[in-house]
């Protein structure tokens, strides 16, 4: 597949919508069970911040990979 094709499949607003929503239950979820103690505390530091990063970044990656393959193995069907 083309990475403008991939590009297009990920930008897709519908698919866009989809994934983002999907990062952020996904995400909010990880941190809290992750580092909720450490969010409550206050105690902020650039590690925290990178990991919670990651947790919203993690899923929203997967869905998206997802999609993709769900693309090049059906390319006729509408997703």
Known sequence: MHPSAIVRIVLDKVH?????????LVGTWLSAINHGDTILEGQWQAWLILKICLNYL???VVA??????RQVSS?????
């Not at 866009?16 to 952020?24: D, Q």
């Not at 998206?64 to 393959?69: D, F």
Request: charged share 15%.
């Open 75 to 79: 390319p006729s069907q509408d997703i």
């Open 58 to 60: 993690t899923p929203f």
């Open 64 to 69: 998206n990979l997802g999609l993709i393959s």
């Open 16 to 24: 866009l919508r989809r994934t983002a929503l999907v990062a952020a």
